[in-house]
Each structure stands twice: as C-alpha cells, then as structure tokens.
C-alpha cells in the first residue's frame, strides 16, 4: 500500500523568496509522482509529474520538483514566490501497475500543504 | 472549453435525503473517477470508471453508488445521506485509466449533511 505524508501543512513566506514544499512517500513498487495545485474555491491542477528519466522535473508556474529515490521523496520548489502563488498544494502518487496487472491511474494523495505567500 | 463540469455546486441535505452529484466532460476521455476531500485527509478515490460501461471502488465506496451514464457522464449518488459524508466532491477524467494519464478535475460539489 502506499502512503504519501506532507511534512508541512502550512508555510507562509514573503513575497519574492524560495519556497520548498516537502513530500514523503512510501511504495513497495515503482511509482509516479504528481504535484498538484488547488486555488480557493477550484478543482485541482496539474503542476507537474515525474513518470521516468531525470530527477528534476519542471512544471508550470516556474515550479520544480526533484525526485529522491534513496530518501522516498519528492519536493516541490520554487525559486521566488509572487502573491499568486497562495493555494493549496497536494503531492500524489501512483503505482506503475496497478493490482492484478492493471492500471487504472489510482492517486494517492497528500493531506496537502497551504502555502500563503506575504506582501 | 468547458472541461470537466459539476453540478450542483453547493448543496444542504438532511441526514437520510437522497441526492445525484452530475459530472460531466467534453474531452472525449475514457476514464472518469469520484474524490472526496476532507480537512488534513487529501483527496480520496470514492469510485472509478476506467472505460463506459465499467466501474470499480476505490478507497471510501461505503455509502454511495455510481452510474456511467454514457462516456461523457458520471454520477455518484447519495442514497441516504449521512453528516459524515459531508465534505467536497470533486469529479476528474484522464484519456485512459493509465497512472501516467493526467487527471482533469473539475470545480467541485460542496455538500453538507445536516
């Protein structure tokens, strides 16, 4: 079974400084990870995946992410946040096959971390 | 550009009243899936269709029913709601049910039982 932990559910910073999300998971397969945003009031976006190949994986809205094989994880980063970036952001993970042989894209997802960006 | 649809966007049921959230895509995908989000819970996967004419539990199925309409329609249905199903409802599609297929959610049911 896998099990995704958000290390921080709340992170306010001020505008124009880094920002580091953190994601933990645990899987006793392969996987794919996803980090997803959420605007007040939205549904959720797809910020970026890693499916394979290099580690770092850029998204949308000059977000990065570097998948950590040895350490389970998968953070989010962004190198100087704007006022737009407040949301809600949820990590997700998904096995490469799913149980039986199949794969039917089940996402297991963080509990979610609000990141609040300051004036 | 519609997307992924959600109605109705917000609703107030008694405990024991029925209901049908309606979700709806225009993406010609084949896989559809029901989430339900809770404070500090993430999303969870209610029920999952991969293609018309199937559907699978998913995580939390206890306590509603889902119906694939044809492939752009996807329901799930409260058959006696209960105060603990309170919580948002989010509907999402992926061109197939592959784990690498991007999810496209929609706006979300907020519902509450009372």
């Known amino acids: 079974a896998q099990s995704v932990t958000q290390l921080d559910s709340q992170v306010p910073v001020f505008e124009e400084a880094p920002v580091e999300l953190r994601c933990n998971y645990s899987s006793s397969v392969s996987v794919y990870l996803f980090w997803y945003v959420q605007y007040p009031n939205q549904g959720l976006q797809l910020l970026l995946k890693y499916l394979s190949g290099s580690t770092l994986v850029k998204g949308i809205n000059g977000f990065e992410a570097e998948f950590n094989k040895s350490q389970t994880s998968f953070h989010l980063r962004k190198p100087s946040v704007h006022i737009s970036d407040t949301a809600e952001y949820f990590c997700a993970v998904s096995d490469k096959m799913g149980a039986g042989g199949t794969s039917y894209g089940k996402l297991t997802f963080g509990q979610g971390t609000i990141l609040t960006v300051h004036p | 550009n519609a997307g992924v649809t959600q109605t109705p966007k917000f609703q107030v049921l008694k405990t024991g009243q029925s209901m049908t959230l309606q979700c709806a895509q225009d993406m010609n995908h084949n896989s559809m899936y029901w989430y339900r989000q809770d404070p500090g819970m993430g999303l969870r996967l209610i029920y999952y269709?991969?293609?018309?004419?199937?559907?699978d539990k998913g995580e939390v199925p206890n306590g509603y029913n889902v119906s694939r309409l044809n492939k752009r329609e996807f329901s799930l249905r409260l058959e006696s709601a209960a105060p603990s199903q309170t919580s948002v409802y989010f509907c999402a599609s992926s061109l197939l049910a592959g784990p690498s297929y991007e999810q496209y959610f929609g706006p979300g049911t907020r519902l509450t039982v009372t």
């Open positions: 269709s991969a293609s018309e004419g199937t559907t």
